[in-house]
């Protein structure tokens, strides 16, 4: 008999109710030799849980199961309990502990366990159990005719002062157990109170994705987080030291990897997202908010790699750091340059980027040069670039030095000062701030309102550029501009031609997203070999900031956000930038890098040679939940649900949420699955949003935003974050994520089908003519190979996904949970396994050992056709691999006289540009392919060994009846020779 959690039976999956049936409140039971079932749909995942543990204690101890919920009185809780209430009572010199402790040590005791927890509402419902028990004891008097009274003790809540074992244990539980913790121990604790170090490697191993696991591995977890001496002198991981792993450090939704710089960081800047500020120096608003060294010394501090510094004369010929024609005011720019070069690399080794706003006389520029020079000296990046180079440096060769950005005066200038266009935003703003002041204040109105209509009025949807106004340059000044000179943007066309690496053009954001709509291919080719500057539109006068992933999915490096301005996009920004280690840089995809690829910014469907991704995510509880800032029309009481969002392509943005559970911020659970399919995984980000159901409207309790690259799969716990980005102390939620391939799971598909029959309705990647016959003639050769390849590596993830089925497994399952999940079901009348693994072989095989009942013979065959499937990609892949790069590379020959060669064909004009982009179309895909063949062997490798490894966890292999298991000490990936040994014997 088995109890299966999920819609994970034929029955489930055939029935016309699969989708509108929640996958946390189906469950089936399985009987008889024949394997039949009886599935159940429960009306809440809370009343789920209870009836498959209730279910399962029956099955593990039958007429014993109550006797066994009875001894637990005897568990290693309660002795642990006991022993913390006796170290308090020796503490306070109470010999004898019924005399109790007192109240205020008691709720010490439960928030030391529960750091979350309110003393509050511990100190009254102490209060509440005391009045209670008291009401139950009263006193009896006898009233003169032969009858007993009951008499209440009238005694003041507030007079409590001490509380007694009892009392502590029974409010302990109320506050410090969490059910859906619970239910997961015993799932994987075969029933019992407790993990021991067997069970607790199994979890790892299964759930959390860890590898190199051993019962070492476990113990040492056991001894870091068990509470009761006892449990730790025998290995057993109690609910509280469960617990306490589980909100631990290790189990963050972060993957510690990314804590510290992971990423290649030898390629040309261009290759790079770059953290980048706007009008660092404000605090507040655009317009008459306060300036602030402050704000540089925040940005640095928060790995910010790119800052801006306007320049205007200031008195006494010292210039000064501000918005032009504003009422913000003004900051020294010695202050400002020195806090830069205190700050510069506190936070991050990588180049920091120093856009100068240069709109000072010739006399105060010198000033400015001497301030820079005297100032950040040494660190300011001088060297000329070479003429041959078509990229820039490396951040990793920039490291320690500050590049300016700013204007340069051309070579024409004979080493003299000289004319040159003022900065594209400096010009705009400036020339908005003009019109709005001369304008003066509408009566009634404030001066914000009179700027935004003075902005309004003169700000066209698709700005042109603001007239170039001219200004002397400093000769000294311009020779401290190298690697990043500001020129003026005229279209793709021009760029391509003349731009030079080191030259940086500045887009307005209008223009930005006009450009990434209309264009959004060639803004993604101009920012492979540029840097592209984003500011914000001059309107956001009250420094709102806009979607940097609009900007980011052109390949838009720098986009300038207004640190200042809390809200989804600086979320957005600060957790992108948490990928690598907070240095301020990120590798932008590889489909944006290479020199011939085709990425479109706008596309809503595959990106071409990407592999989608399933995300599945389930919100299991919340803990901690803050009451919502400035709410008070509810008092103290919550009624959260969670929105789970998913930014990036437009393909990918999606939300979905969960219901709204009432009145419970402590712990409420909400126990919802939902599924995301991701085109694009390395430019996706996750968000969880909490947020309060109040009949006044939606408000925000916390939030927290990951890359989707940065996600440690299993049960995780998500640190919630307030509106400024602080964390809120001990607010999380619980989840549990997993991440397969498209194959790996989502909306049921027609079961039972062989991979020959599969193949009619597969849908292969076309490639595209160019309408030139030599290199259409290159291209056609490989056509046979990719549908190879897509054969090869979906019959494989197919087969995987029959297998993963049978085994009564959830779509997010892995093979090792899949091979662990069977363990419990292939036991023959005398306790012996009907199935064994043979480990001899680089591919384990599956064998009978005796008589097997029809669904164990379909899982046999299923898991053969699957050894088969793994068998061809590994035996094949290689070759076709080699094919299909050596066909691209004989393509990429035609590239650089590509368009002559469409000339002789008769394209002209829009024809030879759509060549070009199928060019570019079929080189990703080759690429693209081959890249998804290679990773196709990858996974083999890594199912091969979990399959080896749960064989041996879960006692199903030849070699482990009666023998010890040794883990083997490979990493995930790499072919694993897990040995046992038991007389010398290895597997």
Known sequence: MEVRTGRNTDTFRTSGVYEQIS?????????GDVYENLDLVANSPEVANIWVTGLRYLMQYGKHALDMLASSQDSLRLGWLEQLFSSAADLEGQEDEDGGIRLRSAVKLIQSVNPGVSGGKVEHRFKELKRVRERVSGLTLDNGSGVKDHVETKRPLGRIERVTKSEFIEVFHDFCTRPEIYFLLVQFSSNKEFLDSKDLMRFLEAEQGMTQVSEETSLKLIQSHEPSEEGRQQGYLSLDGFTSYLTSAECNLLDGEHGAVCQDMSQPLSHYYINSSH???LIEDQFKGPSDISGYIRALKMGCRCVEVDVWDGPDEEPVVCTGHTLSPPL????????????AFVASDYPLIVCVENHCSLQQQKTVWKH????????????PPDEGDSYLPSPHVLRHRILLKGKK??????????EVSEEDEGAEMCQRM???????ATPGGSEKETLQKSITQSHPPHPPHPPSKQFQLLKELSDLVTLCRSVAFTDFPTSSKIQKPWELCSFHESLAVRLAGESPGDFVNHNKHFLSRVYPNPMRIDSSNMNPQDLWKCGCQIVSMNFQTAGLMMDLNTAWFRQNGNCGYVLRPAIMRQEVSYFSADTRETVPGVSPQLLHVKVISGQNLPKPRGSGAKGDVVDPYVYVEIHGIPADCTERRTRTVTQDGDNPIFDESFEFEINLPELAMVRFVVLDDDFIGDEFIGQYTIPLECLQPGYRHVPLQCLTGEELPHAKLFVHVALTNRRGGGKPHKRGLSVRKARKGRNYTALRDLGVRAVDEVFKTVAPLLREATDLRENMQNSVAVFRELCGVSAVANLMQCVLALSSRVSGPDEMPLLLFDLRDQYPTLEPQGPLPDVLRRVVSTYEMMVQASRAVMDLSDGIYDRILHIQTTAMEFHEKLQSLAAKEGLKGRKVSRALESFSWNITILKGQADLLKRAKAEVQENTKQVHDAALTGNLSKESQGMTRVRSQTRRGQDDKATTSAGGASA
Not at 25 to 31: E, G, L, M
Not at 409 to 418: N, Q
Not at 434 to 440: D, E, H, L, Q
């Open 23 to 31: 996958e946390d409140c189906a469950f089936s039971i399985i009987y």
């Open 279 to 281: 009008n660092t120096y």
């Open 332 to 343: 020294s720019l010695r202050c400002v340059l020195e806090a830069i070069g205190r700050f």
């Open 372 to 383: 820079l020079m005297g100032i950040l000296g040494d660190k300011l990046y001088t060297n």
């Open 409 to 418: 005066l051309g070579p024409s200038s004979d080493g003299e000062d000289g």
């Open 434 to 440: 003009k019109a709005a002041n001369s304008g003066g």
